[in-house]
C-alpha cells in the first residue's frame, strides 16, 4: 500500500471518530511515520503527550500538541492485504485516541481494544 493511500486510511479512520468526542480533543496532532522507533518496532501506533485526565493547571494552551503516530511499514507487516490494513489503522487510530483520552493499555484489553 502506498503512503498516500496509507494516509487516506488514517484519515478515514479518524472521520469515524464520533463528532461528540472529535470535539473535546484538545491539542493533539495525528501523523504517519514509515518506522516505529527502534525501542519499539512491534509498535503499529504511538501516543506522545499529556492525557486529558492528566491536564492540571500548569498544562497550558500553549503547550505543544499531542501526538499519535501511526506507523505505516509495521503496520502493513502484520496485515495480508488492504481491507485488514484499513480495519488495523482504524484500531490503532482509536487505541492511541483512547490513550489521549486517558485510557490505559490494561484497561483498553478489557474492553477488547488490545
Do not use: K, Q
Request: aromatic share 6%; with cysteine; glycine share 6%.
Amino acid at each position: 500500500m502506498s503512503r498516500e493511500d496509507f494516509e487516506d486510511a488514517v484519515r478515514d479512520a479518524l472521520d469515524e471518530i464520533p463528532d461528540e468526542l472529535a470535539e473535546i480533543m484538545d491539542n493533539v496532532v495525528v501523523l504517519v511515520e514509515d518506522e516505529a522507533p527502534p525501542d519499539g518496532p512491534e509498535l503499529l501506533g504511538l501516543y506522545e503527550g499529556t492525557p486529558l485526565t492528566e491536564r492540571t493547571s500548569w498544562w497550558a494552551a500553549g503547550s505543544l500538541p499531542d501526538r499519535i503516530t501511526v506507523f505505516r511499514n509495521p503496520t502493513l507487516a502484520v496485515c495480508r492485504d488492504r481491507d485488514e490494513v484499513v480495519a488495523e489503522v482504524a484500531v490503532t487510530v482509536i487505541h492511541e485516541i483512547a490513550h489521549h483520552f486517558g485510557i490505559d493499555d490494561e484497561r483498553l484489553g478489557e474492553l477488547g481494544w488490545d
